[in-house]
C-alpha cells in the first residue's frame, strides 16, 4: 500500500512536470522540477481525486498549510497519513 | 477636442449596505459585512463565508414578470443605477438621450441564472428550462435594462476584465465623453457570484480565506467574495455646471495595461504602467496624490506586488500617502469591485473620510505603506487613484480629483 502510494504521487507530479517518473526522485523539490504555483495547485487537485482525500492547502501561505510541499517525499508522507486517518 | 468629466450621481448596492449613505457609513465606521454565507448547499461548501446582500428581498423592488428577466446583477444593477440617476437628477429625451449612453463591468453576468438552470437539467433531469433563460443570464442584460429604463440611446455595451471591469467600464464612459462622443454616462459594474457553482470554482484556486479578508497585514490568508453593484454617473463638467448639478468628484485620469506575462499571477511592470499612465493622463503630478483604493485583495501575491508598484511609481512620496482596501469590509465584488471601491474615493475626495483597510493585525514588511489601519482616517485629499489588476494581467486605473 505504502509503495502504492508513493508511485501514484510521483506519477502525478511527474505528468506535472512533463517528465519521466523515473526522473521524479523523494529528495526533488517541486522547484527543482519546474513546478510553478498553478502546476502546484494541479497537482494537489490530482492528489484529492486519486486517494479521494482533502489536503489542507492555501496557496496563500503553503508554508503555514498542514501539508508539507517541501519535496516530493514530503508531499508522499503527508498523502499517506492523509490516506491513514481516513480509514 | 477634449472635455472634462465629473461625477454628478452615484448608486450602489453590497454586503455594507444598500445606498451609498448607508454604505459610506460602514467604510466611516471600519465596518465589516462579510459574514456567513446563506445559499443552497453551503454544507458542500469548503468556503462558507462571503460579502452577501442581505435583507433583501426581490419582490419589494421589481415584479414578477421583471424577475423573470432580471438575474440578481442585474437586479443590483438597476437599484444602483435608480439612486445615480435620482441624484443627478437627469432625465433622457431628444439629443441628450441619443448622446447618452451605459458601460457596465461584470465578470460572471447572471451566473446565478445558470447555476439555477444547470442544477435543473443535469441534477434535477429535467428536459425543460424558463424561455428567457439566455436574455437573463447574458453579460450584456445589465445594461441593456439600464438603458431600456431610462431611455439611454448613445453607446452602451459591457466589459469583462474579471476583477478590472468595473475600472475598465468607467474608463471607457470617461473617455467618451471627454472626446466629444458622448454627453453623459451610466459607468459602473456589478457581479453576483455567490451561488454554489460560483464559490466552488474559486475554491479550486486555493487562494480563498476560510475566516477573514486582511489585506495587507502579514497574517492574510486569501480573498473573500462579495456580490453587489456601483453605478455613477459621468457628465460633461459645462453640462453639469450649465444645470447647476450637484458634483462628487471629477474624474481626471485613467490608464490600462495588460502584463503580457502570467494568467494569475500579477505583474509589479502592469500595475506600475497603470498606475503612472492614470497620472500621466490626467497631467497630475504624484505628490498631489493622497489616497490610493487600492486593489488590496488579501492574497500574497496581490498585496506584495501592489505595495511594490506603488512603491515603484511614487518613490519617497509613497510614505506620504495613504492606501486602503475596502474589500476588507465588503470582499472583492470581481467585475463589480472597482465601481463599489470608488465610493471610497469619493468619500475622501468629498468629505475628506479615508476608508480604512479592516482586519489588519500584523506589519508586513512586504506591505510597508500606510494602509490606514482598522480605523478611518480624517484627512483632505486632493486627488484619489483607484487601483484595478485582473487575473490574465489586465490592470485599470482611474484617478479621480476634488470637485472643480
Not at chain 2, 494581467?393 to 479621480?400: D, K, T
Amino acid at each position: 500500500m505504502r509503495d502504492d502510494i508513493a508511485d501514484k504521487v510521483i506519477a502525478i507530479i511527474a505528468e506535472q512536470a512533463m517528465l519521466d517518473p523515473s526522473d521524479v526522485t523523494p529528495q526533488s523539490t517541486l522547484e527543482d522540477l519546474g513546478i510553478d504555483s498553478l502546476g502546484l495547485v494541479e497537482s494537489i487537485f490530482a492528489i484529492e481525486e486519486t486517494f479521494d482525500i482533502s489536503v489542507p492547502f492555501n496557496a496563500n501561505d503553503p508554508s503555514e498549510s498542514d501539508f508539507d510541499i517541501s519535496s516530493v517525499s514530503a508531499i508522499i508522507a503527508a498523502v499517506e497519513r492523509l490516506v491513514q486517518d481516513q480509514t | 477636442m477634449s472635455h472634462r468629466v465629473v461625477i454628478t450621481g452615484a448608486g450602489t448596492i453590497n454586503a455594507l449596505g444598500h445606498d451609498v449613505p448607508a454604505t459610506l457609513e460602514a467604510m466611516r465606521e471600519g465596518r465589516c459585512g462579510i459574514g456567513p454565507l446563506d445559499i443552497r448547499d453551503v454544507d458542500r461548501l469548503a468556503v462558507k463565508i462571503g460579502g452577501q446582500v442581505t435583507d433583501y428581498d426581490e419582490l419589494t423592488h421589481f415584479n414578477r414578470q421583471q424577475i423573470s428577466l432580471y438575474d440578481r446583477f442585474t437586479q443590483f444593477t438597476l437599484l444602483a443605477a435608480r439612486q445615480a440617476l435620482g441624484q443627478a437628477g437627469l432625465s433622457f429625451s431628444g439629443d441628450l438621450a441619443d448622446r447618452s449612453g451605459v458601460v457596465l463591468g461584470t465578470s460572471g453576468g447572471g451566473l446565478n441564472t445558470q447555476d439555477e438552470n444547470y442544477r435543473a437539467v443535469y441534477e434535477e433531469g429535467k428536459n425543460r428550462v424558463h424561455p428567457f433563460i439566455v436574455p437573463k443570464l447574458m453579460n450584456n442584460a445589465a445594461t441593456s435594462h439600464v438603458s431600456m429604463e431610462w431611455n439611454l440611446r448613445g453607446p452602451s455595451f459591457t466589459v469583462a476584465t474579471a476583477c478590472a471591469s468595473s475600472n475598465h467600464a468607467m474608463g471607457q464612459a470617461f473617455n467618451m465623453i471627454r472626446s466629444g462622443m458622448a454627453e453623459v454616462m451610466l459607468a459602473g459594474g456589478s457581479e453576483s457570484m455567490l451561488c454554489f457553482g460560483g464559490v466552488k470554482a474559486w475554491e479550486g484556486l486555493r487562494v480563498m480565506s476560510k475566516d477573514a479578508c486582511r489585506p495587507f497585514s502579514a497574517t492574510r490568508n486569501g480573498m473573500v467574495q462579495g456580490e453587489g453593484a456601483g453605478v455613477f454617473v459621468f457628465e460633461r463638467l459645462d453640462h453639469a455646471k450649465k444645470r447647476g448639478a450637484e458634483i462628487l468628484a471629477e474624474v481626471a485620469g485613467f490608464a490600462m495595461s495588460s502584463d503580457a506575462s502570467d494568467i494569475v499571477m500579477p505583474s509589479k511592470q502592469g500595475a506600475a504602467r497603470a498606475i503612472a499612465g492614470a497620472l500621466r493622463d490626467g497631467g497630475i503630478d504624484r505628490s498631489a496624490v493622497g489616497y490610493i483604493n487600492a486593489h488590496g485583495t488579501g492574497t500574497a501575491a496581490n498585496d506584495k506586488t501592489e505595495c511594490a508598484a506603488v512603491a515603484d511609481v511614487f518613490g519617497a512620496q509613497a510614505d506620504n500617502l495613504m492606501i486602503s482596501s475596502t474589500k476588507s469590509m465588503h470582499g472583492h465584488l470581481i467585475g463589480g469591485t472597482g465601481a463599489v471601491e470608488l465610493l471610497a474615493c469619493i468619500m475622501a475626495l468629498r468629505d475628506g473620510v479615508v476608508a480604512p483597510t479592516i482586519g489588519y493585525e500584523e506589519f508586513d514588511p512586504e506591505c510597508a505603506l500606510d494602509v490606514v489601519p482598522n480605523a478611518a482616517r480624517e484627512a483632505p485629499v486632493e486627488v484619489a487613484l483607484s487601483n484595478a489588476f485582473a487575473f490574465g494581467g489586465l490592470n485599470a486605473v482611474l484617478a479621480l480629483k476634488r470637485a472643480p
